[in-house]
């Protein structure tokens, strides 16, 4: 029986190519996967017959956004997940809901390799390999560009010469990856960091400096998940689309950062999540008055590794599932409301309520009705300082022999 390979496709030049390639390079048959996780563009339909154009013996076309905002953006959400204090992880998400479809069609279609668009210097190709090394060990991975030397200038030429059903004129300078939870762009022009991003490289996002009204939204949660947008019910999907387009249209959420990739390379990136920040900045915010402070502390340093895992293709890792585990009781009581402005490139919180809050007005106020007995300070500042205290003596001892 032929081989059968399934190929990650996204519907653009690379991959409509690497069908063909894949085939001629290897004799085998080649099923194109399709995974819509929101990146918005051409319909699925639309894709699934480019892929048959260009040589697909199948092609397995999946709506996975809800799957993609219950399981993988929420998690995120609740982590408050920035790799670097920066990035929301917007392309790291997406790979492992691609890697679980990849391995359903492999089984589904007797495939025995996976094939992924990926360069040799990313990260992505990590996501995916390990991703599939997890889910599916007995399956093997080719990435035609790094493995089979698919450049630029080949793929061009090889969609002419079979005359492709794909535009080979249309050159984009950047490197694009999109999805709900954000967008992200890359190479060209910005890899020199003094360049500052020029207005074409946005999409999600208008222009921050010349903003429309300010716009006051009230987010609900329960239990750290979005549940409704000004009193209106919404599913994880319809929040982050909804805020997309709030938070978008006032500029909330452009980054523009230098980052540590897995493979030891530092690289530009220019991030956009409107939706994402302005759901994390909220949940954050909630957190802050419904989780304890301890528990609180230790949470930010558990979603700083998180975020690493994350980001370093470990989501199926055991690691990563324990510290899920402690995420997820954290959020028992991060239910509640959250109102924000959004304006000017900036989601500013200025109200929160909640009847699972830890603020006590009683102890926290200033005025009459105090609960909190001053007096109590003194003995806990004086056993707070001893060990230091005891310490600093000592230093002195020393110094002074
Ligand atoms: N640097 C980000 C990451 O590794 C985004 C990569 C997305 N790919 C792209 N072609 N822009 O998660």
Known sequence: MTERIVLAYSGGLDTSVAIGWIGEATGAEVIAVAVDVGQGGESLETIRQR?????AVEAYVADARDEFANEYAMP???????????????????????????????????????????????????????????LGPDLKCIAPVRDLALTRDKAIAFAEEKGLPIETTKKNPYSIDQNVW??????????????????????????????PAPDEVTI??????????DGVKVTPLQAIQELNRRAGAQGVGRIDVV?????????????????????????????????????????????????????????????????????????????GDIRMVLHGGQAVVNGRRSETSLYDF???????????????????????????????GRDLRVAGQ
């Open 51 to 55: 892929a048959l154009g260009c040589g």
């Open 76 to 134: 995120t959400l609740k982590a408050n997940a920035l790799y670097q204090g920066h990035y929301p992880l917007v392309s790291a998400i997406s790979r492992p809901v691609i890697v679980k479809h990849l391995v359903k069609a492999a089984r589904e279609f007797g495939a025995t390799t996976v094939a992924h668009g990926c360069t040799g210097k990313g990260n992505d190709q990590v996501r995916f390999e390990v991703g599939i090394q997890t």
């Open 259 to 335: 980052e540590d990739r897995l493979v030891g390379i530092k690289s530009r990136e220019i991030y956009e999540a409107p939706g994402a920040m302005a759901l994390i900045t909220a949940h954050k915010h909630l957190e802050d008055i419904t989780i304890e402070r301890e528990q609180a502390r230790f949470k930010a340093t558990v979603g700083q590794r998180w975020s690493e895992l994350v980001y370093d293709g470990q989501w199926f890792s055991p690691l990563k599932r324990s510290l899920d585990a402690f995420i997820e009781d954290t959020q028992q009581y991060v239910s």
């Open 182 to 211: 954000g967008r992200a762009v890359e190479t060209g022009y910005l890899e020199d960091i003094w360049n500052a991003p020029t207005k074409d490289i946005y999409d999600y996002t208008a222009t921050p400096e010349f903003p």
């Open 220 to 229: 609900s949660f329960q239990a750290g998940v979005p549940v409704a947008i």
């Open 362 to 392: 009683d102890l926290a106020t200033y005025d009459t009705g105090d609960t909190f007995d001053q007096s109590m300070a003194r003995g806990f500042i004086e056993l707070w300082g001893m060990s230091s205290k005891v310490a600093s």
